[in-house]
């Protein structure tokens, strides 16, 4: 049973970086054909994909914030993570790492806060 | 950018109702169509993909149909664990988009 769990700070000052990394377990993240992918939540509100990277390492983001994404992957690790850079407080949301299998979502993380303020 | 709209936004039933919740494309996206439930505190979990395709491990009261534009996710009889936001998910370009949720609530 694949299981994926987010990690990172919960809190994030403005203009500041935003860092968090999904490890993987029950299964190789480099086995498969799976994308790899971050999708956000603000607090009532609905779901926002943010990117997704394939087991090769490539990349897609969303245009709206491809500017400020980086999604990397540590196969070493089983990790992979997500960067998002210049945060104000429109960037405070549940964060959730998830697999798609071509691109629907299967397994999903229990998501973290992470809330943008000095 | 494909816009999904779903309808309606919240919803009213009672336990053995029969449910339907739209979800329209600003365009064509074929089958190219998922459906997620949602329960406060919870990630989302799959219940439909391409449109009609029923994810392992999911209810048979749960079904998908169409294609195109206008795609339905029926509850053939509603349960009490089926009390929850519903979410439908567009992929036919990478960049995916959600509908803004149908919130199913107990009448």
């Known amino acids: 049973q694949v299981q994926l769990q987010e990690s990172g700070p919960g809190l994030v000052k403005p203009s500041q970086t935003l860092s968090l990394t999904c490890t993987v377990s029950?299964?190789?993240?480099?086995?498969?054909?799976?994308?790899w992918s971050w999708i956000r939540q603000p607090a009532g509100k609905g779901l926002e994909w943010i990117g997704r990277i394939y087991t090769s390492g490539s990349t897609n983001y969303n245009p709206s914030l491809k500017s400020r994404v980086t999604i990397s992957v540590d196969t070493s690790k089983n990790q992979f993570s997500l960067k998002l850079s210049s945060v104000t407080a429109a960037d405070t949301a549940v964060y959730y790492c998830a697999r798609a299998v071509g691109f629907w979502y299967d397994y999903w993380g229990q998501g973290t806060l992470v809330t943008v303020s000095s | 950018d494909i816009q999904m709209t779903q309808s309606p936004s919240t919803l009213s039933a009672s336990v053995g109702d029969r449910v339907t919740i739209t979800c329209r494309a600003s365009?064509?996206?074929?089958?190219?169509l998922a459906w997620y439930q949602q329960k406060p505190g919870k990630a989302p979990k799959l219940l439909i993909y391409k449109a009609s395709s029923l994810e392992s491990g999911v209810p048979s009261r749960f079904s998908g149909s169409g294609s195109g534009t206008e795609f339905t996710l029926t509850i053939s009889s509603l349960q009490p664990d089926d009390f929850a936001t519903y979410y439908c998910?567009?992929?036919?370009?990478?960049?995916?988009?959600f509908g803004q949720g149908t919130k199913v609530e107990i009448k």
């Open positions: 998910q567009q992929y036919n370009s990478y960049r995916q988009t």
């Open positions: 365009q064509s996206i074929s089958s190219w």
């Open positions: 029950g299964g190789s993240i480099s086995s498969g054909s799976y994308y």
